[in-house]
């Protein structure tokens, strides 16, 4: 028998990695020809880094991520600038706002420290543009990077941030602890492109068989997601990979599940164009951004679209 063809997914963990479990658990990976083996984030400088260096051929990440590397306005230095695009979509989940007890509205933020991922990536700059739509200015609050999101809840536990971006399940055991949410009068989220899969163009030019057999299974495995029938086992498959889970978060996951992932998983253009403002705006050094296609490469999700 061939040994399957072995690829690398660096990835932030949360409910969004679910169709790499159930692709791997259920076989669609296999089937295909393929072992995907997955790593989680510590954040998404580590993760570009990697993709960028070889030691990992693809990752699931913001798309802003990039956008900024192609761009020069990356968190770490890299000479030549890359050639990284997005493949194929995939769960766009809000990242909340999440402030300690003692706040109760954006404006309660005025002189704090915030905890980010990073200072330089498109979920910074969205909550910049929320807290200016609140009133604050840019030096009226300190944006601290500290990574992924267990990072980020252990600076609030820590006493050491106020507030935190923080994902979904964080966020539950951030409130259960008697946090807030800190709301926008609207939501920024709704026209935002946020993750995506994506690799080295050459790497895909040069592995475009296995990349098509990866987005055939993961669409499967998103179509197994989100059909209602599967529905009573998701909760058990969620806690089962994010240890950190409460069972009512599971449950609320499970609930939100269609709302994460969209069917076929497509890239919004309406909302990469969002976030392609928000770096234009927000991004340093100033850099001409360009047409959004300058960051894709969808010609095998369309050949896999086109044969089903």
Request: hydrophobic share 45%.
């Amino acid at each position: 028998m061939t040994p399957p063809n072995s690829l690398s997914v660096v990835a932030f963990v949360g409910p969004e990695t679910l169709p790499l479990h159930v692709a791997a658990e259920h076989g669609y990976y296999a089937r295909e020809g393929l072992n995907v083996r997955w790593e989680a984030a510590t954040g998404s400088i580590d993760q570009m880094v990697r993709l960028i260096g070889g030691d990992c051929d693809m990752v699931m990440t913001a798309i802003d991520n990039i956008i900024a590397y192609n761009a020069g306005q990356r968190g770490v230095p890299v000479d030549p600038l890359p050639d990284l695009v997005a493949f194929l979509g995939c769960a766009s989940e809000p990242r909340p706002l999440i402030g300690l007890p003692e706040f109760s509205g954006l404006a309660d933020l005025r002189g704090r420290r915030i905890a980010v991922d990073a200072l330089n990536t498109g979920f910074s700059f969205l909550l910049r543009q929320l807290l200016k739509d609140a009133g604050l200015g840019m030096t009226d609050y300190e944006l601290v990077p500290v990574g992924a999101p267990p990072a980020r809840w252990q600076s609030m536990q820590a006493g050491d941030c106020a507030a935190a971006l923080l994902s979904k399940a964080f966020a539950a055991i951030a409130i259960g602890a008697g946090c807030h949410e800190l709301r926008a009068e609207h939501d920024p989220w709704a026209s935002y492109q946020g993750g995506v899969f994506a690799a080295r163009r050459s790497w895909i030019a040069d592995h475009a068989n296995d990349v098509a057999a990866f987005i055939r299974a993961t669409l499967a495995a998103t179509g197994w997601i989100l059909d209602t029938a599967n529905r009573a086992q998701l909760p058990d498959l969620l806690m089962a990979h994010l240890p950190h889970m409460t069972d009512e978060a599971s449950i609320e996951a499970a609930d939100n599940m269609s709302a994460l992932l969209a069917r076929d998983l497509p890239i919004n253009m309406a909302g990469l164009n969002s976030v392609i403002a928000l770096r234009q705006k927000y991004g340093t050094p100033p850099a001409a951004l360009g047409d959004p296609d300058a960051y894709l490469d969808l010609s095998l999700y369309e050949r896999v679209m086109g044969a089903r």
